[in-house]
């Protein structure tokens, strides 16, 4: 009969675990309250988890090295970044910068690298543009040799070793994906063209080269291989193979079709592979060594460059440091940016406390009708209000005509109130303050005014019992309407922008720029985020300092 | 009311008037004296002015007109926090962020008592209402009962000489109630405060204090001691609101040897007390306590006047019977009589007779209609 003597879990009537039974009885009420929020839930989702999920990533993902250099970061891993790299380094460089340039992705790294070092932008333009010049060298040497390699069929049946011969379609799959990456997509559908595994062994580096371009021309430009010519850099990859004896050697015992072809190329003299004098030549600051310092440091998929950027540090190759005084922004901004919103909460609290408590006090019809007037500026644009006061602030705006008029201010000493944080300041303070008189005014409702009343007739004087017995008890609507002000404030971006000029810009402004202007998304996500995180250390601050539970809307 | 001219009154309210509109009098020419130590209740409905009285006593209000003293001082330019009188609110009022040792300090601290004195103020204060265990707590963990102990000792930790209390006992059920009615009474008799206390509970204001001051209308109806006013109210109001109460319409026949005869509207004689009538003719409104009346014939005397009366309903209420009567037209006449042994229970449909001492029975002002 009674459950106090089993010692088990309770049982309900039927036997099963009461803890079990009161699930399925909540289930179907839980299931309808999911479902019920469901659609605000995935509109989050998808509106603001997913996009500051996306942020977060943003900053520090850098696979754009990788994946358009991939041959040359390989070969640069054993680099000790003293003196320029060697031979073998500008060798990868150029398959890869030629592929790069065929995909024309090559000017996107030149400008992810410029964000670190200045100048990399152009060298990878104008380099990109002499791929071809320097592989023209070799396709014109072998097709001088046999014009058969100008034949796209003699290509295409060389390489794949003939009909029956065994592919190697590891290779094939590899380039695949690597224009894939390059191309930041995916392709479908199967290769057209498999290299052959035999004549993959003898020559790797031309079939490298041109598994790379079947793969491009089949895939993005969308051509048959069989009726396209090879790029120069298929040329460029036959000489490399043939300048090693052992290739020699193992062409003169190969049977697939083109060996002739291959055999008579091996017999001639090929012009020399100096692809180290040849980058030189197209552009001298190859031979800059810091360029190349920058391209091994970002060469990882992921980096702390954004976010070292974003405080004003650097990476070099003697590890992390601060950058020269007049590179530094950033730490400054942030500074700003919490100061001014600092300043912009404790103005909203001085001029919106006494109006809240006025709200609160007065009977609610006359309270709702000064409510209304706390409302007005919502229902006016934030683009008119801002410029508003622009009109009253400026030079020869309304306020400073006054001044003058009144003889305060001399005509020729006008004040300057707009485009610096004095500007600011003001502006924003009258576009947040409901946001700080709505929360003040909803708690200081709820106090009754029988606790003034006490504290009265216990002695206390006008001043005493507001502060030690009202006040206490609307810190909560302070509280409620500094962390609502103070992280609206911290994150804005039109006013500021409008009548900020160059002293009152935030730290929004710059996110906005490098969004929009410098297109350096990774800097915008890494300043963002950093921006998110002093939001997030600030309200973990308050919740140890006052308690977020003393924080009340109404 | 007729109750001026003492002169060692603690508190007086010499004509005093209040208005909030300009338009309308919420107490009307206000006369009362208090003496020292005295525990004086003002009853009465809502809107009878009686909080307001409070109000301008505690300072909260300000008269429009007359003067309120306190010792013999006007006090109508005092603010509140400099006349020293504790008071304990409808909702006790204590301070959410403070715990209830603050609480109690709070009244110390503004006054710049030492600390040291400080704790052994708090300390007693809360002995006396036996809350002692409870300093440290915060006032939402206490239950409604402990509040108002902590509300109390709050306002009689400073030791002020007088202690206004506005409903403080309303929102507590009915036995908590009663408990604290008897504790707060004679907490505010060991310690010999004077205490003027609101309510609109007339069994409250009958058992706590030493005298009632019946409110309506914005003046005092009545101001005398719970067993006078019970049995004696001096005019129809105190008389219907205070207790439960029979009333009959009708005119005086004849007023001889201090008993008037009254003629009921179906014709019937009754005796009566005449209180407020003056002269054969006059309309009144009798009044007869349901206890006093009497329904065995023996108990009366012989020549009484008596009422035919049919019994309606019976109700069994424990301590009492409670009995409907139809008594000349009237369906809602009451009785009660004590659950004894002897004690003869009515049948409905009976019919008997019914007369009482005709000093039970009071000839009052008719109702303005």
Same mark, same amino acid.
């Given at each position: ?8 879990? &309770? ?28 659609? *605000? ?31 040359? $970061?390989?070969? +640069? ?15 990868? *460089? ?111 580096? =031309? ?26 850099? $298929? ?134 009708? +000064? ?20 009109? &009253? ?38 576009? *947040? ?12 409702? =709820? ?47 039109? =006013? ?38 002093? $939001?997030?250390? +600030? ?16 | /009311? ?26 009307? #020419? ?11 209740? /003002? ?73 040291? #004195? ?27 009962? %402990? ?17 206004? /209390? #506005? ?12 408990? /604290? ?35 309506? #209308? ?128 009515? %049948? ?19 109702? %303005?209609?």
């Amino acid at each position: 009969m009674s459950d106090s003597t089993h010692t088990g879990p &309770m049982l309900a009537a039927d036997g099963t675990p009461l803890k079990r039974s009161l699930r399925r009885a909540l289930r179907a009420q839980k299931m309808r309250a999911l479902a019920l929020i469901a659609p *605000l839930l995935i509109f989050v989702l998808l509106t603001f988890i997913a996009p500051i999920v996306d942020m977060l990533f943003r900053s520090v993902e850098n696979q754009i090295v990788g994946n358009t250099l991939p041959m040359t $970061v390989e070969e +640069l891993r054993d680099w000790d970044a003293t003196e320029v790299p060697d031979e073998q380094v500008f060798r990868a *460089l150029f398959f890869d910068l030629f592929l790069a340039a065929e995909a024309k992705e090559h000017t996107k790294l030149g400008s992810r690298l410029n964000y670190e070092k200045s100048g990399i932008s152009s060298l990878f333009r104008t380099s990109g543009r002499d791929m071809n010049d320097i592989g023209e060298v070799f396709q014109d040497a072998l097709e001088e040799i046999d014009p058969a390699f100008e034949e796209a069929s003699t290509w295409v049946e060389m390489m794949s070793g003939g009909a029956r011969a065994e592919p190697n379609a590891r290779l094939m799959s590899n380039q695949i994906a690597r224009l894939e990456a390059l191309e930041a997509t995916t392709f479908s559908g199967d290769a057209e063209f498999l290299p052959g595994a035999a004549i993959s062994d003898i020559l790797p580096n =031309t079939a490298r080269a041109y598994a790379a371009f079947a793969a491009f021309t089949q895939f993005v430009d969308g051509k048959s291989v069989t009726k396209e010519e090879p790029w120069e850099a $298929v040329y460029a990859a036959l000489a490399l193979d043939l300048e090693d004896p052992a290739t020699k050697t193992a062409i003169a015992s190969y049977a697939g079709p083109g060996a002739d072809n291959l055999r008579q190329a091996a017999a001639a003299t090929l012009p020399p592979i100096a692809m180290r004098d040849a980058f030189f030549e197209s552009n001298k600051d190859w031979a800059n060594v810091t360029f190349w310092e920058t391209i091994k440091t970002y060469s990882p998929p992921y980096t702390t460059g954004y976010f070292l950027n974003a405080v004003d540090m650097e990476k070099t190759p003697q590890g992390i440091a601060l950058r020269s005084e007049d590179e530094r922004i950033y730490g400054i901004l942030f500074q700003r940016t919490m100061f001014m919103s600092l300043m912009i909460t404790f103005s909203c609290v001085a001029l919106g406390y006494p109006v809240a408590w006025i709200l609160a006090n007065l009977p609610t019809r006359t309270a709702n009708l +000064l409510m209304i007037l706390v409302l007005l500026p919502f229902w006016t644009s934030l683009l008119v209000r801002t410029s508003a006061w622009k009109v &009253m602030l400026q030079q020869q705006g309304v306020i400073n005509d006054v001044l003058v008029w009144l003889g305060l201010v001399a005509d020729e000493s006008r004040l300057v109130m707009i485009n610096n944080q004095f500007g600011t300041i003001v502006a924003m303070t009258h576009i *947040l303050l409901p946001f700080m008189i709505l929360p003040m005014y909803s708690v200081m409702q =709820t106090i009754p005014p029988s606790y003034l009343r006490a504290a009265k007739s216990l002695g206390a004087n006008n001043w005493t019992a507001f502060w030690r017995v009202y006040f206490p008890q609307s810190v909560p609507g302070i509280g409620a309407g500094s962390i609502l002000v103070f992280i609206l404030a911290i994150g804005y971006y039109i =006013t500021p922008e409008i009548v900020g000029g160059t002293t009152g810009t935030f730290i929004s402004n710059r996110i906005a720029y490098h969004i929009s202007s410098s297109l350096n998304w990774g800097l915008a996500a890494a300043l963002g985020t950093i921006l998110l995180a002093v $939001v997030l250390i +600030l309200y973990w601050a308050y919740d140890k300092i006052v308690g977020i539970d003393n924080v009340k809307l109404g | /009311m007729a109750d001026t001219g003492n002169n060692d009154a603690f508190v007086a309210f010499e004509r005093v008037q209040k208005s909030y509109d300009g338009e309308t009098l919420v107490v009307k #020419d206000l006369n009362l004296t208090l003496p020292k130590g005295e525990f004086l209740t /003002m009853l009465g409905p809502s809107g009878s002015g009686k909080t307001t009285c409070l109000m301008m006593l505690a300072g909260f209000e300000t008269a429009t007109h007359g003067e309120i003293k306190l010792d013999g001082v006007s006090i109508n330019n005092i603010p509140p926090h400099k006349r020293g009188i504790g008071m304990v609110f409808q909702n006790y009022a204590l301070f959410p962020h403070m715990t209830i040792a603050e609480n109690l300090s709070f009244p110390l601290e503004v006054r710049k008592i030492g600390k040291s #004195d400080r704790e052994a103020k708090v300390k007693r204060a809360l002995e006396m209402v036996e809350m002692g265990a409870f300093g440290g707590r915060r006032p939402s963990q206490l239950s409604g009962g %402990q509040q108002q102990r902590v509300a109390l000792a709050r306002a009689l930790v400073f030791e002020p000489e007088l202690v206004l /209390m #506005d409903e403080p006992l309303g929102a507590l059920d009915k036995q908590l109630r009663e408990k /604290m009615q008897f504790e707060i009474t004679h907490l505010a008799h060991n310690l010999g405060i004077t205490t003027v206390y609101v309510t609109h509970d007339q069994t409250e204001a009958l058992t706590m204090s030493d005298r009632v001051a019946v409110f309506n #209308d914005g003046r005092i109806q009545q101001i005398a001691p719970p067993d006078e006013l019970y049995e004696s109210p001096k005019n129809s109001f105190v008389a219907q609101f205070i207790g439960e109460n029979n009333t009959l319409e009708g005119r005086v026949k004849e007023i001889k040897n201090g008993i008037a005869v009254v003629q009921l509207d179906n014709g019937d004689l009754i005796d009566a007390k005449p209180v407020n009538v003056e002269k054969p003719g006059d309309r009144t409104l009798i009044s007869i306590r349901p206890e006093r009346v009497e329904f065995n014939r023996d108990r009366l005397k012989p020549d009484a006047h008596t009422l035919k009366a049919e019994v309606l309903e019976f109700i069994y209420m424990g301590d009492i019977f409670r009995t409907r009567l139809r008594v000349a037209g009237s369906d809602e006449f009451i009785i009660k009589t004590r659950n004894a042994p002897d004690q003869r229970r009515l %049948q409905p449909g009976e019919q008997i007779e019914i007369g009482w001492l005709p000093e039970d029975c009071r000839a009052l002002d008719a109702p %303005q209609v």
